[in-house]
């Protein structure tokens, strides 16, 4: 534990803005949702590819086999090239089989098996694929039909035992000194290093990604950052001969809201130490070597179509020749270039069809050839990837089959604090910090309770509802806001209070209590949270025109009585009243009101003593802060990060900036908790600590029910400068 804190000083020392939790003990588990990724189960999948094919597109299902073990979420995998096996054999310590004889070759991939992404390798056999796991007859689509043929073909040649195609040959590393909590994504091996990114340190300022380029030594462990302090780099690729690297990089420029489309350019460097990197390509993502003078890399053409694009230069990058590859007409990212300079392997999104695709594009007859959707045609398909020898192509979904826990337990970075996903929004810990309330669909409404090991679910409201709180003192009593939420000012919602939860969750039966605490006519009441003496409860609402907040008898409502708390012609929202009683955290644009920038503000729950206590810099978000146990920190959510990986390779994610963060009440020690490409949003603090290991692994059925990323509907798109 001593060691880990010093790992911790030593990472933030060189970035004042961003601290540990210094040495006051902070304790308790903190709870959060994240966009989707409860329903991913990704494995990655490996399909023999034989490039003649294209020409009667013969590719069936048999061809396809999986590759990872169906344990958590795997995903953006890339195969090694055999020259580096004895090397990872030895720094692995793997002496099976005769040295891995009769397999095929060597998939390296990104696992969240310990809730953080941590990079892991895994041996597979192609001869004896025919026993593998087929997990596609189980795949459920949600209200999509079945394409019966492809699924009973599939259930015929379904699982044939327990066999497995591959073995699992571990992490390559897993010390606390390499590897402190943070993003580890899109690794590849070349001559004897893992090239990969991670967000393992800083960036000075807020609202730049921490995003950047590493290269670890397989044997020494030595880990090398080859992206220049003050920059971001994304999605590395390394070159057919191992000598160069490549980048989408923001150039230092820093994050400015983007969403959609990062604003990179590729830059190309030394893989060896970072050294001699030069601009390639201005505007573009996702770069893929086919050569050492070819790369494939995406751009959103000006017409409005993501397309993929090559680029083609002279040894010192002097001559650079661009051309686009797809044609308008259908969404063609993420490509994966072969080494044959005949085709190249990219994601589409197609009009007429409900899911993002794999598909060959030949070089050649400029034409497009379907991959995936022969072999699973309702499944997402992300980031293909070539084997060196061009014979395979590989990608990540959703494996269809298991369980997506309720509660998942993520590594850490702060020794007294438990992190735990919840497949919900708005958790929330009960006063003895035994439970979790939240609502696991927004859609659908209604509110449950689970224990902290994630055992049991008892419904305690069937409405519509969300921001969610527990009355401190009349036990079992719930705050929530009822209504429809994402709505403008003059909108109906009420504040309401639930009454009964322990005696529902009791399983007494009978009916849920409620009771509306606002008057009605009033608009857009949202947020409760309650004073620790029961007594109050502060709230916004949209009643004024504006979105204010006001404080209310928290047992007989407003009509009892009712405070104005904050005024003014802007959006006060969120609020978070403290466990002592002190203060009242929200969350507000009154510095520059409508222009989208949300930042934390204090007020004492007498109006006085409002001040800014953080705040992202222009353009920034700061939400749903909440505080610790002991009142003297607390956590919230907010872009202080940037974004850690290029969004149109993730599903669908509203605000992937979104991350949880931790900070003293005034401001001070700033602690990132969370490192991922996903939302993670609504954050609540609980006393009690959890035990990872109590947790029951309890959810639902895997039902891959996620959505693929929204600007990439099969619509036409609009042109971007239209
Ligand atoms: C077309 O597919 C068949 C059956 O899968 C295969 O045997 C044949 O070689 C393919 N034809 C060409 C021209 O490759
Ligand atoms: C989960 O927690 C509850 C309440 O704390 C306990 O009764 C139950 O036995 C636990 N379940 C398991 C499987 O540990
Ligand atoms: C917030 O940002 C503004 C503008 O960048 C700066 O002037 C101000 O000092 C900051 N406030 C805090 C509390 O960090």
């Not at 959703?398 to 702060?414: A, D, N, W």
């Not at 949300?598 to 206590?613: A, E, I, K, T, W």
């Not at 900036?657 to 990132?672: K, N, P, Q, T």
Request: hydrophobic share 35%; net charge neutral.
């Amino acid at each position: 534990m001593a060691l880990l804190w010093i790992i911790i000083s030593s990472i933030v020392l060189s970035a004042p803005g961003f601290a540990n939790a210094g040495d006051r003990i902070v304790e308790g588990t903190v709870a959060f949702a994240s966009v989707g990724r409860a329903h991913y189960a990704f494995d990655v999948f490996l399909l023999d590819f034989r490039p003649w094919e294209l020409e009667n597109a013969s590719l069936g299902p048999h061809l396809e086999f999986r590759a990872t073990d169906g344990v958590s979420v795997n995903y953006n995998g890339a195969l090694v090239d055999d020259s580096q096996r004895r090397v990872i054999f030895e720094a692995l310590d793997f002496r099976g089989e005769q040295q891995g004889d009769g397999s095929q070759g060597i998939l390296i991939y990104v696992s969240e098996r310990d809730g953080a992404a941590e990079v892991r390798f895994n041996l597979f056999y192609q001869g004896q694929r025919d026993r593998g796991e087929r997990s596609l007859g189980n795949i459920e689509s949600g209200s999509q039909e079945s394409h019966g043929n492809r699924r009973d073909a599939l259930e015929i040649h379904g699982d044939r035992g327990n066999s497995q195609n591959f073995i699992d040959l571990g992490k390559l590393w897993s010390s606390s000194e390499v590897e402190p909590t943070a993003l580890y994504d899109r690794p590849s091996v070349a001559d004897g290093r893992v090239i990969f990114v991670s967000t393992r340190k800083p960036r000075e300022q807020s609202r730049q990604s921490w995003a950047a380029v590493y290269s670890m030594d397989i044997v020494t462990k030595k880990i090398t950052r080859l992206t220049p302090e003050g920059v971001t780099d994304y999605s590395p690729s390394v070159s057919p001969s191992g000598k160069f690297v490549m980048v989408a990089s923001d150039d230092g420029r820093g994050w400015g809201g983007e969403i959609e489309e990062l604003d990179t350019d590729l830059y190309s460097f030394q893989a060896w130490d970072g050294s001699g990197r030069k601009l390639v390509v201005k505007n573009g993502g996702w770069p893929s070597w086919s050569d050492d003078s070819t790369v494939f890399f995406h751009r959103r053409a000006e017409d409005g179509w993501w397309s993929v694009y090559k680029a083609t230069f002279s040894k010192s990058f002097t001559a650079i020749r661009e051309e686009r590859i797809t044609p308008p007409g259908v969404h063609a990212f993420t490509p994966a270039a072969s080494r044959t300079g005949k085709w190249i392997a990219v994601a589409t999104r197609r009009a007429g069809s409900l899911y993002r695709h794999v598909e060959v594009f030949d070089l050649g007859s400029r034409k497009f050839h379907k991959l995936s959707e022969l072999v699973a045609p309702e499944a997402h398909h992300y980031n293909p990837f070539v084997s060196p020898e061009s014979d395979k192509i590989g990608y990540h979904r959703c494996r269809g089959k298991g369980v997506t826990p309720r509660l998942e337990h993520i590594k850490s970075p702060v020794p007294g604090i438990s992190l735990v996903r919840v497949d919900g929004d708005f958790p929330v810990f009960s006063p003895d910090g035994e439970s979790i309330a939240f609502i696991p669909d927004l859609d659908e409404g209604g509110i449950y309770v689970t224990r902290l090991n994630g055992s049991g679910m008892t419904k305690v409201f069937d409405k519509p509802a969300f921001g969610l709180s527990w009355d401190k003192q009349r036990k079992g009593v719930l705050y929530t806001s009822y209504g429809p939420g994402f709505v403008p000012e003059d909108t109906i919602v009420h504040i309401v209070s639930i009454l009964n939860a322990d005696e529902l969750i009791a399983g007494g039966g009978g009916a849920v209590k409620w009771k509306i605490l606002t008057k009605s006519g009033t608009k857009n009441n949202a947020f409760p949270s309650p004073s620790p003496d029961g007594k109050w409860i502060v709230f916004r609402s949209g009643r004024s025109g504006h979105k204010n907040l006001y404080i209310m008898d928290a047992i007989h409502g407003e009509e009892a009585s009712l405070r104005r708390l904050t005024e003014g012609a802007w959006t006060d929202t969120m609020a978070s009243w403290s466990h002592d009683g002190e203060w009242i955290a929200f969350s507000s644009d009154r510095h520059n009101p409508g222009g989208g920038s949300f930042q934390l503000y204090f007020v004492r729950p007498d109006g006085s003593q409002l001040h800014r206590v953080l705040n992202s810099s222009t353009g920034g978000r700061v939400n749903h802060p909440f505080f610790s146990p002991d009142s003297r920190s607390l956590v919230f959510t907010t872009d202080y990060a940037g974004v850690s990986a290029d969004p149109i390779a993730v599903p669908a994610q509203f605000q992937p900036y979104g991350e949880i963060f931790m900070a003293r009440i005034d401001g001070s020690e700033l602690v990132r908790l969370t490192h991922n490409a996903y939302e993670d949003g609504t954050p609540s603090w609980g006393p009690v600590k959890l035990d990872s290991s109590a947790l029951t692994g309890e959810g639902k059925k895997a039902r891959c029910g996620f959505r693929d990323t929204r600007w990439l509907k099969p619509v036409i798109a609009q042109a971007r400068h239209g």
